[in-house]
Nanobody, 124 residues
Framework: QVQLVESGGGLVQAGGSLRVSCAAS????????VGWFRQAPGKEREFVAG????????YYADSVKGRFTVSRDNDKNTVYLQMNSLKPEDTAVYYC?????????????????WGQGTQVTVSS
């Protein structure tokens, strides 16, 4: 069982940066790959970024590639999403999710554990 708590969201101007964090409970977080998803009002939840359980492999949606960076610190049971050059279209609730497999998935249905989400709002 893993419990996830996101933090670090907020309001930022276009072109700015934010780092959101996903803190996990339990001592076996290193056995889970993690995905970041987001959901804007009136839209479906979409994949943003994924990281494997070792942190050695990452993957990004085309819409954020080159602007967002996912990383993890297994000693701290935390995964990070660094977001740079933010755009108004990045406005959404951001969720982290974990699954007990080596590699991430881009499908939300493949994740067993979810955080409550953190709001990111980018003003123009």
């Amino acid at each position: 069982q893993v419990q996830l708590v996101e933090s670090g969201g907020g309001l930022v101007q276009a072109g700015g940066s934010l780092r959101v964090s996903c803190a996990a409970s339990g001592r076996t977080f290193s056995r889970y790959s993690v995905g970041w998803f987001r959901q804007a009002p009136g839209k479906e939840r979409e994949f943003v970024a994924g990281i494997d359980l070792s942190g050695g492999s990452t993957y990004y949606a085309d819409s954020v590639k080159g602007r967002f960076t996912v990383s993890r610190d297994n000693d701290k049971n935390t995964v990070y999403l660094q977001m740079n050059s933010l755009k108004p279209e990045d406005t959404a609730v951001y969720y982290c999710a974990a699954r007990p497999y080596y590699s991430y998935s881009v499908k939300s249905g493949d994740y067993q554990y979810w955080g409550q989400g953190t709001q990111v709002t980018v003003s123009s």
